[in-house]
């Protein structure tokens, strides 16, 4: 049986809350699972993360293999580092019309 520890999303459209997970590979991901070892909520600010590291540990040590996002999470709660915001992209549209505003307002300025 292969063991994984992965994260199960809940929470309403849009709005994801996952909860940390100890479930076999073969249950779908929000389906049946042997233990909760965790919480990961990504909208709050900063973001909510609560793994007891204990229960993570003695799971790893009988061969529970974390996937690639809790590995980050734990290794996040492990060092108490921030996680790492993405840059907010704007539109090429809303670009354009800041970038408008910037030679108006430098245009007035050399006016003065």
């Known amino acids: 049986m292969a063991v994984k520890i992965r994260l199960a999303r809940h929470g309403?459209?849009?709005?994801?809350?996952?909860?940390?997970?100890?479930?076999?590979?073969?249950?779908?991901?929000?389906?049946?699972?042997i233990e909760l070892v965790g919480r990961y909520n990504p909208l709050t600010n900063p973001k909510t993360i609560d793994i007891n590291l204990e229960k993570v540990d003695e799971w790893i040590s009988k061969g529970a293999q974390p996937t690639n996002a809790v590995a980050h999470l734990i290794d996040v709660a492990r060092n108490g580092?921030?996680?790492v915001e993405k840059?907010?992209?704007?539109s090429k549209k809303a670009a354009a019309k800041a970038a408008a505003e910037a030679a108006e307002a430098?245009?007035?300025?050399?006016?003065e």
């Open 87 to 90: 840059k907010v992209k704007i």
């Open 12 to 33: 309403a459209k849009k709005r994801p809350y996952y909860r940390v997970v100890v479930a076999d590979g073969r249950m779908p991901r929000d389906g049946r699972y």
């Open 106 to 111: 430098e245009a007035e300025a050399d006016a």
């Open 81 to 83: 580092q921030p996680v």
